[in-house]
């Protein structure tokens, strides 16, 4: 029986991960075709299909690692004492996301796919989902700690945190007259008023 | 010399633009033939091609005209006396285009080719220059009737405005918990104090 290196195995994983995410940021998951993956990985094709189906394959890996990484960056960490603090420091790595070329080209190819794609939109509500319980789970524990209003509809403040991190995002990418480090100082403040339960 | 009626022309264009919209929110700018754009016309492509070069000078088209509906959106009409009645209203309308299936795949699939092709993202920071000026118009008008508050900051206002409403259609499209009804109300709110010069 061949046996398999778990740590071998997942580092030419993340190869072909890698080489895939430069591919479709270059030209979109509909214009790369696998050949070019397999050259970027410096991989044959038998190879890489050893790891993958094939391309729907690697993209829904892709997508996946990407929920992975948001739960990551909103997880609570050691050493946190106030929620509050954790929330804004969350916030504030999400807003980088939107300087960041790769990043913002996957993003948008998995929502351009998504409506036209069941599938895709599968694994993009999957990830929203991973979303919105992080981030309630900040906001639980600000509930806990009493830093949040009496009665605040912890749904409703995800939606609010949500819209203004995409809108803040698209904006950032998509208006050149966009002033980021404006817009950056009202979201915060919009966000705790609303999580203090002031009117707006 | 062959005389061409302008109507006829006209119709023949907007033929072959409706054509395409369906095709490409149907699958997508690249995987879209030219061939397939003119089956969905029901012409041939020598008829076609007289009168767009191709593929790319349909999508030209078709976000140009889009930068037109917009600014015939936000434009200020006739009998119309309440500057901010008149914003709202064109605030509703923006946020009712996330529940148009057509509109939404082809503003994703313009924005997520803006990002890899400068040619797009030059068609379409022209058209988020003509939301910009149209907003802006609204609240000069307002500003001028008094009904802002003392001092706004225009381009502040307008970024803040976008921003909401390009996050509302983000949340609206990809997340099937968001709860669109509380997002619209508060949305709406907080658009008000902005305007208000209130703290968020």
């Not at 070019?36 to 690692?65: L, Q, R, T, W």
């Not at 509930?143 to 509809?153: I, K, P, R, T, V």
Request: charged share 25%; hydrophobic share 50%.
């Amino acid at each position: 029986m061949r046996t398999v290196d778990p740590e071998k195995h997942e580092a030419r994983r993340r190869q072909i991960l890698d080489a895939a995410v430069l591919c479709f940021a270059r030209r979109g998951f509909h214009q790369t075709r696998t050949a070019e993956i397999c050259a970027e990985a410096g991989m044959s094709p038998g190879n890489v299909f050893h790891y993958f189906a094939g391309k729907d394959d690697i993209i829904a890996a892709i997508v996946d690692e990407d929920g992975r990484e948001t739960a990551a960056r909103f997880a609570r960490t050691d050493g946190e004492t106030d929620a509050i603090a954790a929330l804004m420091a969350r916030i504030d790595a999400s807003l980088a996301l939107a300087t960041d070329p790769i990043q913002v080209r996957i993003t948008l190819e998995v929502v351009a796919e998504a409506v036209r794609n069941p599938a895709m939109m599968a694994c993009a509500a999957r990830n929203e989902a991973v979303r919105r319980k992080a981030l309630a789970g900040l906001l639980e524990w600000a509930q806990a700690q009493g830093q949040l209003a009496a009665g605040l509809d912890i749904a409703a403040a995800v939606d609010w945190v949500l819209m203004l991190l995409d809108g803040y995002f698209d904006r950032a990418v998509i208006d050149p007259a966009f002033d980021a480090g404006v817009a950056r100082a009202r979201l915060r403040a919009s966000i705790l008023h609303f999580l203090r339960g002031e009117a707006a």
